[in-house]
Structure formats: C-alpha cells, structure tokens
C-alpha cells in the first residue's frame, strides 16, 4: 500500500521556521517529482512548490519563494519542506504529494499520490 506521511507541523510565531518532512513507503518515489501544497480554512488548495526527481530543479509559487525550500532524499524516499519567515498567513494544512509530471505542474489534478495532512499555525 502506498503512503505519504507528512510531520512536522506545529504551532510557531510569525518570523519563526519548521521543516516538514514527507515520508514515502509502498513504492519508490526516486522518478516522480515530489510537490507541496496547502489548504487554509475556507479556502482551495493551493500549490507551493515542487521538486524535479533528481532534486536539481525546484518550482514555488511567489507567495511563498525566497522563505521555503524543497529538498529530497531518494536513498529515503522522503521529501523535506524548510519553512523560514513564517507569517500568519502561511496558517493552512500542508500536503505532500507525487506525480509523474512535471515539476512545474501546480495543479493539484496533476498528482497522482497524497499524504493526509499536518497541521502548521503561525501565530502573530
């Protein structure tokens, strides 16, 4: 069965940072690219970023680049979500997800695999 396991999420100020981490199990993800997204209360899922397989090409929504990097460990399957400058506004529940798309796809119908879920609060 495969699975995405995101952790990491917490409650943190506003300037503050945290790292997600995205753990894969059932299949190897080493080919896919690896994407982050986030749905805050009310809202649509949106996209903030993604990383190519090999790790050598990322892709960020503006609101969000220049704070966040992506990263990955294909020896781990995992993917990493640094998040520096943290503001109010990045409040929302974060997802991993897989595809075998493009890194620059920032559609949430373009991927394939979903992790359930973790919590991030900025608090001002």
């Known amino acids: 069965q495969v699975q995405l396991v995101e952790s990491g999420g917490g409650l943190v100020q506003a300037g503050g940072s945290l790292r997600l981490s995205c753990a894969a199990s059932?299949?190897?993800?080493?080919?896919?690219?690896r994407g982050w997204f986030r749905q805050a209360p009310g809202k649509e899922r949106e996209f903030v970023g993604a990383?190519?397989?090999?790790?050598?090409?990322?892709y960020y929504a503006d609101s969000v680049k220049g704070r966040f990097t992506i990263s990955r460990d294909n020896a781990k399957n995992t993917v990493y979500l640094q998040m520096n400058s943290l503001k109010p506004e990045d409040t929302a529940v974060y997802y991993c997800?897989?595809?075998?798309?493009?890194?620059?796809?920032?559609?949430?119908?373009?991927?394939?695999?979903w992790g359930q879920g973790t919590q991030v609060t900025v608090s001002s």
């Open positions: 997800a897989a595809t075998s798309a493009s890194y620059r796809s920032s559609s949430s119908s373009a991927y394939d695999y």
């Open positions: 059932g299949r190897t993800f080493s080919f896919y690219t």
């Open positions: 990383i190519n397989w090999s790790g050598g090409s990322t």
